[in-house]
């Protein structure tokens, strides 16, 4: 059996290079919320305008993973990297100096557009580095570790910058990042594309934005306003274009998304289970963070402080991942991680009013190590299970799932935590209407009306009981949810014993080859 070739300085130096962009990139999906208020007040946005701020960089990102992915494995990956690089860092110095609403969503945009490269670029570079499994494995925990981590750290590195600086000040982070990833690059990363690979299919690439955007703009009206027309609407354009591209890349020589990735085992397996924790994850740490500020009355700089021991759960789970998969079955390490998510995440439903904060700082902790191993080995399922030229595709496709996974949670469960809300909360008789509308609408809206009151704790108190009854409903649902998931991974995934250096993933498809 030939031997895969052992990664050596040079490859673990540019494994650090390229955290620093994954690090950035999770950053920056976090951090902008809490300058929302900063930059309201300097640009003076509509509603409209301000919900496009916020979200046409998670529409772009993930409207064109996939599409990148795919680029990558064409042109090659460090070059791709490198492109998108610099247009990241002109498109955060663009959004950082902003002087009105639209030059501020143009740039998001270029930053989601941008940012859509860097992900599966760095993520097929290391696989094709790292081609020894268990240094594999060890990469990509490093890799999930800086994505995961810097998610959590998010809240904690924008409030120190927005209580010293202005609101811009949270895009340039990037700057200083992508002027050395450009510097060290050509040195540090090979560059590897898919020789056999054909023409960029333009059609393709077009029916894959028309299924994404329209279904991620969807859920998150869902989220915020329920089903109506245009969000139903928008979802079934989404379906019906998604059907389309399907045909298509069945259909043409040069497909852009290779539809018989999904006959390996360990590829499907590992993606539903990545897509259902980031559904979970995603929905179930919205609802938290919204306690921790809104119930609880921490400022975002003291929740995101409290929160810091995730982030080490973070790491330590994503860190010990490899460790332990090479000492026990690498299915059972990744089920057992995620039931011991969902005992973190059952914890919320114990949470009591305003006075839970010390029981969701442990469930968060305890959830977040627990999937530790679930990014990590999943990750490393989802790339290792096919061939290298098949690796930015593979990676792109995992990254979508997880972006889909974040939207669809949510929308889902921030939809079920809201009606939960709505059915429990009540208000004072005298209040006028209106009043009692707003407070009925969430809790937002809830403490919104609270501070024109002479008794706010006449409205914060039971609203922060029926927002933590909601909690409670989410918290069951995603434990369970996690629960099955992780059952299914065991069985699924289980295989005979493997010979010591195969990958930890499924056959590959002889057709992919």
């Given amino acids: 059996m030939a031997t895969n070739p052992i ?11 390229l955290a620093l962009p994954t690090l950035l990139l999770s950053l920056d999906m976090s951090v902008l919320h809490l300058a929302v208020p900063d930059l309201a007040a ?69 930053l989601g557009v941008t940012g859509a490269t860097l992900m599966p670029s760095t993520l097929a570079l290391i696989s094709n580095m790292f081609q020894d499994p268990r240094q594999r494995s060890t990469a990509i925990a490093v890799w999930m570790t800086c994505f995961m981590g810097g998610m959590v750290i998010g809240p904690v590195v924008g409030g120190v910058l927005l209580a010293n600086f202005w609101w811009g000040s949270v895009f340039l982070m990037a700057v200083p990042v992508m002027v050395l990833l450009l510097a060290l690059a050509p040195t540090l990363l090979p560059e590897y594309r898919d020789e056999n690979a054909g023409r960029l299919d333009l059609v393709s690439v077009a029916l894959s934005l028309g299924t994404i955007l329209p279904i991620v703009y969807a859920l998150k009206e869902f989220a915020k306003h329920g089903p109506q027309s245009t969000s139903l609407a928008a979802l079934v354009v989404g379906v019906a274009l998604g059907v389309a591209f399907a045909r ?108 839970g904060v010390a029981l969701v700082i442990i469930g968060m902790a305890v959830a977040s190590f627990g ?19 098949k690796a930015g595709a593979a990676s792109a496709i995992s990254e979508t799932g997880a972006e889909f996974g974040i939207a669809m949670g949510i929308a889902l469960f921030g939809s079920i935590g809201t009606a939960v809300y709505r059915n429990v909360v009540t208000t004072p008789p005298e209040l006028p209407a209106p009043v009692a509308a707003e407070i009925r609408d969430g809790m937002p809206g809830a403490v919104n009306a609270a501070g024109r009151l002479a008794d706010p704790l006449s409205v914060l108190a039971p609203a922060g009981e029926a927002f933590t009854s909601g909690l409670h409903v989410v918290s069951a649902i995603g434990a369970i949810a996690v629960v099955v998931f992780a059952v299914v991974g065991m069985v699924v995934l289980r295989r005979p014993p493997r010979p010591a250096g195969e990958p930890v993933s499924a056959e590959l498809d002889p057709a992919l080859v």
Avoid: H
Avoid at 80 to 100: E, H, P, Q, R, V
Avoid at 259 to 274: N, P, Y
Avoid at 311 to 339: N, Q, T, W, Y
Avoid at 371 to 389: A, I, K, R, W, Y
């Fill in 42 to 110: 300097e640009l003076r946005p509509s509603s409209t305008e301000l919900l496009w701020i916020i979200d046409s960089y998670g529409f772009m990102i993930a409207g064109f993973l996939v599409t990148m992915g795919t680029l990558g494995d064409r042109i090659g990956r460090r070059k791709l990297l490198m492109i998108g690089g610099a247009g990241f860092g002109i498109a955060s110095i663009a959004a950082a100096f902003a002087t009105d609403p639209v030059m501020l969503i143009a740039a998001r945009s270029l």
């Fill in 248 to 355: 298509r890349q069945r259909r043409i020589a040069d497909p852009m998304l290779d539809l018989r990735l999904f006959r390996v085992r360990a590829f499907s397996v590992a993606l539903g289970i990545t897509l259902v924790g980031a559904i979970t994850m995603g929905g179930v740490f919205l609802l938290v963070n919204q306690y921790l500020q809104l119930v609880a009355g921490l400022s975002a700089l003291e929740a995101g402080l409290l929160l810091m021991p995730q982030a080490g759960a973070v790491v330590v789970g994503s860190l010990i991942a490899p460790r332990l998969a090479k000492r026990f079955r690498p299915e059972f390490v990744l089920g057992f991680g995620m039931l011991l998510a969902a005992v973190g995440i059952a914890l919320f439903t114990l949470v009591d009013g305003a006075n």
């Fill in 7 to 17: 990664a050596g300085r040079r490859e673990w130096i540019g494994l650090a290079v």
């Fill in 371 to 389: 999937m530790g191993p679930q990014g990590v080995l999943c990750t490393e399922m989802v790339v290792s299970s096919v061939p290298p030229q």
